[in-house]
């Protein structure tokens, strides 16, 4: 019976009405008010007169119903729906607390990074630690949008130039770098305001000064999120000499990867960009030759290296601005040309063919 009048408020009120009708006593204390009649004098009764017993439980509750006075009724309906509101917002507040539990609020995350960032004293590590933990925050594009809001931006900024003091190592740097690289992809806002506050000058200010491969990696993935995406990110980057560090950086590449990286951000700016000072000399040598001196024949075993390096020798090739780069890249032609030659598997042997038709 409990299941079945739980769940509405008028249901228990009938059903205290039926306890209330069956315990009555009258005022007096003489005993029930309903009292059982001989069976005779009921039946002598006129039909006008008479009251039908309920015979179901169904017809128990409409004959409480109808026989409990309104103020009763909405007496108790009132104190069960006041009940069941109580126990409703205690359950909710139960369950906001568990999922505070296990999925806290973005905001109060990034604000506890971004206090451990800042902490006085925080060692290197802890400052690392608190970035890359940042960097994860950023993933939604929402949170990336109010990293500045939140305190979050400039601090993230401002770590750029940790490599400048002498106790601090380029993994901060990296760090931060890769909070920027996280938050600026494939977020138009968050690169708008990067270059709002300065960002993209000091992250080409921090690739001259990476020599790290992890550093250089994540600044040339932050470097491509917020300066290669949009007109007013290139011509800061063309301002800032950010091209050239390019051309260092390949030829003083920590590790293949890197080069890669900058061979494709270099391939890019040629692509996205008809104005670009790489098109022109004497930008276009000074980046065909660190082309040639960077890359070996065994780095060019590798198909996605050589499929990145043949992509700028077709451009620098075809350069009509620098008829000498030419003459700079031939050996990178050859190098590739004699890979070709060797090859034995046919696919990968049509697949270098391909890249060497743009500078046949």
């Known amino acids: 019976m409990q299941a079945l009048v739980r769940p509405c408020g008028c249901v228990r009120a009938a059903v205290v009405a039926i306890v209330m009708c069956m315990c009555i006593i009258s005022s007096d204390g003489s005993g029930p008010i309903l009292k059982v009649e001989d069976p005779a004098s009921t039946a002598a009764k006129t039909s006008a007169d008479s009251v039908e017993q309920p015979q179901s439980l169904n017809e128990l509750l409409k004959w409480a119903v109808a026989h409990s006075d309104e103020e009763s009724r909405a007496k108790y309906a009132a104190q069960a729906d006041s009940d069941a509101a109580a126990r409703r917002r205690a359950e909710i507040m139960e369950v906001m607390k568990h999922l505070e539990e296990i999925a806290p609020d973005p905001a109060k995350l990034v604000r506890h990074e971004v206090a451990a960032l800042q902490r006085s004293g925080a060692s290197a590590r802890e400052r690392t630690k608190a970035l890359f933990a940042l960097q994860k925050l950023v993933e939604p594009i929402d949170v990336a949008n109010d990293l500045h809001t939140l305190g979050g931006a400039v601090p993230v900024i401002e770590a ?41 000058g000091v ?42 560090a390019l051309s260092l950086i390949l030829k003083n590449a920590a590790s293949l990867g890197v080069k890669k990286k900058v061979l494709f951000c270099l391939s890019n700016l040629w692509q996205s960009d008809p104005q670009c000072p790489l098109r022109k000399q004497p930008v276009a040598e000074d980046i065909a030759k660190g082309l040639a001196s960077s890359i070996s024949t065994e780095e060019l075993k590798d198909s996605d290296t050589a499929e990145k390096v043949a992509a700028l020798l077709t451009q620098l090739w075809h350069a009509e601005q620098c008829p000498t780069c030419r003459t700079h890249l031939s050996p990178i032609r050859n190098m590739l040309q004699a890979r070709a030659d060797a090859e034995e598997d046919a696919e990968e042997k049509a697949f270098l063919a391909g890249l060497l038709a743009g500078v046949a």
């Open 160 to 200: 750029l130039t940790s490599s400048e003091s002498e106790d601090v190592d380029e993994n901060v740097v990296a760090a931060a770098a890769f909070v920027i690289g996280t938050g600026a992809s494939n977020n138009e806002k968050f690169q708008q305001l990067m270059l709002k506050l300065g960002a993209g």
């Open 203 to 244: 992250l080409v200010d921090a690739l001259r000064r990476a020599t790290s491969a992890s550093s250089q990696r994540k600044l040339l993935f932050a470097v491509d999120r917020v300066l290669l995406d949009t007109d007013q990110g290139r011509k800061l980057l063309y301002e800032k000499q950010g091209i050239k």
